[in-house]
């Protein structure tokens, strides 16, 4: 396939073909007049033929954009190598740009979350972007081109085989369920793209791997939906009689084999042993032992003439068939899934060394063992029974002067997540942070989840150096986490016990300190957010003459206006996007708002529109600002009943003695 392969009406596939690896990688072409965009530009191993099928059709300096659908090196290291002989928007999600930044390229972004999930490609014809989150990874994109009806699906409907053929056959859908079963999460995450596919117009599916799907397209996607995989694996019992039996069994791991590698290679394991093969079909038609014994049999076969690596193959498959129907793991697996139950034993009596730091807890279980004492979306214990333990913990600490720490710990984003993503996203990034804070958490550290996006991270014998460390430490892993569907911040407020000695260690101690991380986890908030406040005062929390919040995304206007405001008395918090702006109007409900026009995320018009469709906050002072200000903005700015629109650069004393003559007078 030494030239490219026309796919659909100017639609190529410039790929390379591998004869000697199972992994083949799919580059794919769109021409559309005097315009070409490349998607999954591929790795640096198969640049050289790529870029001859590529130039073979089109001029370089013809194609504007390249689109990464996700981060891995097969997709697009080789972006650094095209650079150098196009210049070209990299069109991808943000999550995305991240990670390829790492490969040294210099080209600007075209992020797909900035634009509607829509990219217009010439005079007339747009691509449309689906966000497959988790598959395999948050940032993931497939691209939907209405004017062929293909979509290039990147990851998902792809297949790895040594049986690689361009075009998908009828034994495909086996193939490409080998490659989801080891490489996606689970159906419950599979299942609602593939719902959302099944309603779109495809008329042929070109993934990244694999082959493409031209025939029997609602198949494949239904094939998926349905699909037991991955971690999240709880396949539905069957009974094994109405399979085949072990038979049954061994022949649907055989149809997989079949899917994976050369078939002649496959019957010739066989050649010699008292299992006996059907020449045409590759099923089992006789062996000479019982149903379990074939089961041990064919695998032990297996592993004699091919080794390890022919069974971890189909490792995933088997591990669903022995949950489906109850039956043991073939003897060939045993000394890897017993290695990982012996592991499990290991741990549990390492954290029997634990049962004296954790009596209280357990003592404490028992006196609320008849009430609800964990969170549903989590399974952390919740607030009412981190007050009870916390307080036992601060009488101890507080009579006995040991010293310990609490951070309270709250997701910044809580509104634009919702905004953005619903709910159902929302509790998603709530059991993602839960599972990322027990990841971090050191030795003898509780994690407790309190009312709301809110997290009670609890360290005994803590240091104030060690406390602030391990706040931090947590901070900058939230931040950097490639865990969530969107990046997420926390604000954290820090304690340590020493700041109460000499107190009284009754009921009113362990609900101060509780109140004091939270005051200052909120003056994290309100100072930017993605901060760790450890210290707190009546000044730092109170503002005199009123909240003042900054949404622009300028830092000097924000400097300048913010030192006019504060030198009047006011309390001033600043947003340098739409986005963070809404959540701090959510979360501290300023009596102003000062907003640019022109923000990344979410606009000022935006921000104006949520505004109002809230009865409490459509009454707070709103004044917008920009540069921009025209017939057509102003209009804008009428219909959304904006009474303040300032040009800048504004008369600053003009816009401070509105705010001040506005509120100071109500």
């Known amino acids: 396939m030494k030239k490219p392969i026309e796919i659909s009406k100017n639609i190529y596939w410039v790929g390379v073909y591998d004869q000697e690896s199972n992994i083949q990688c799919n580059p794919y072409l769109i ?62 999600h943000w999550r995305t740009a991240v990670i390829i930044k790492y490969y040294g390229h210099h080209s600007q972004y075209y992020l797909v979350n900035e634009h509607g999930y829509k990219l217009d490609f010439s005079q007339n014809r747009s691509l449309h972007f689906v966000h497959t989150p988790y598959l395999h990874f948050p940032g993931a994109v497939g691209v939907y081109d209405p004017s062929s009806r293909i979509f290039f699906s990147s990851d998902l409907f792809g297949a790895f085989s040594e049986n690689w053929d361009l075009w998908a056959g009828e034994n495909y859908i086996e193939t490409m369920k080998s490659f989801h079963e080891n490489y996606m999460p689970g159906n419950e ?16 599916i070109a993934p990244q791997h694999g082959s493409i799907i031209r025939e029997n397209v609602r198949g494949h996607i239904e094939a998926l939906r349905d699909l037991e995989c991955g971690s999240f694996l709880n396949p539905i019992k069957k009974e094994i009689s109405k399979s085949g039996g072990f038979t049954g069994l061994c022949n649907m791991v055989l149809k997989r084999y079949y899917s994976l590698y050369n078939k002649l290679e496959i019957v010739s394991i066989f050649e010699g042993s008292d299992i006996k093969l059907d020449p045409q079909t590759g099923m089992i038609v006789d062996f000479n032992c019982t149903g379990t014994e074939l089961w041990d049999r064919l695998f032990d076969r297996i592993v004699s003439q091919k080794g390890i690596g022919w069974i971890a193959a189909v490792e995933m498959l088997v591990e669903k068939t022995v949950k489906e129907y109850g039956v043991d793991y073939p003897n060939a697996f045993k000394s890897t899934i017993f290695n990982v139950e012996k592991l499990s034993e290991q741990l549990s009596q390492e954290n029997k060394r634990l049962k004296e730091a954790n009596e209280r807890l357990q003592n404490n279980l028992k006196e609320t063992e008849e009430k609800l004492i964990r969170c549903p979306l989590t399974n952390l214990h919740n607030e009412t029974f981190f007050q009870q333990y916390f307080q036992s913990e601060v009488q101890d600490a507080l009579l006995n002067h040991r010293n310990g720490s609490l951070l309270l710990i709250e997701l910044d984003n809580l509104t634009s997540l919702d905004l953005r993503y619903g709910k159902k996203v929302l509790n998603e990034t709530l059991k993602i942070l839960s599972y990322l804070l027990s990841e971090l958490k050191l030795g003898q550290d509780y994690i407790f989840k309190m009312e709301g996006p809110v997290f009670a991270y609890y360290i005994p014998e803590c240091s104030f150096e060690e406390s602030v460390a391990a706040a931090e430490r947590i901070r900058t892993s939230v931040a950097e986490s490639d865990l969530f569907i969107d990046k997420i911040t926390v604000s954290i407020g820090q304690i340590n016990f020493n700041e109460f000695y000499g107190e009284d260690p009754s009921q009113n101690s362990a609900l101060k300190m509780i109140d004091v991380a939270r005051l200052r986890s909120k003056t994290a908030k309100s100072k930017g957010a993605n901060l760790v406040c450890s210290q707190s005062s009546i000044s730092e929390s109170s503002h005199l003459q009123g909240k003042i919040l900054i949404i622009d995304s300028d830092s000097s206007f924000i400097n300048i206006l913010k030192a006019s405001l504060e030198t009047d008395g006011f309390s001033v918090l600043h947003s ?91």
């Open 31 to 92: 021409i559309d007049g005097e315009q070409g965009i490349l998607i999954d530009p591929g790795s640096t191993i198969s640049f050289e033929e790529t870029l001859e099928k590529v130039t073979s059709l089109i001029s370089l300096d013809k194609i504007r954009h390249v689109v990464c659908c996700h981060q891995d090196p097969d997709v697009c290291s080789s972006l650094p190598l095209w650079e150098k002989r196009a210049e070209f928007e990299i069109v991808t």
């Open 189 to 204: 995450i599979l299942r609602p793209v593939m719902e959302v596919l099944l309603g779109m117009d495809i008329s042929m």
């Open 576 to 666: 340098f996007d739409g986005e963070t702006g809404l959540g701090l109007i959510e979360s501290e409900s300023p009596d102003a708002i000062v907003a640019e026009v022109m923000l990344p995320k979410a606009d000022g018009f935006i921000i104006r529109e949520k505004i109002m469709a809230s009865s409490t906050l459509k009454k707070k002072l709103f004044i917008l600002v920009s540069h921009q200000k025209n017939e057509s903005s102003i209009k804008r700015a009428v219909s959304l009943k904006i009474e303040h629109y300032f040009r800048k650069p504004i008369v600053l004393a003009e816009l401070v003695g509105l705010i001040k003559n506005r509120l100071l007078s109500s």
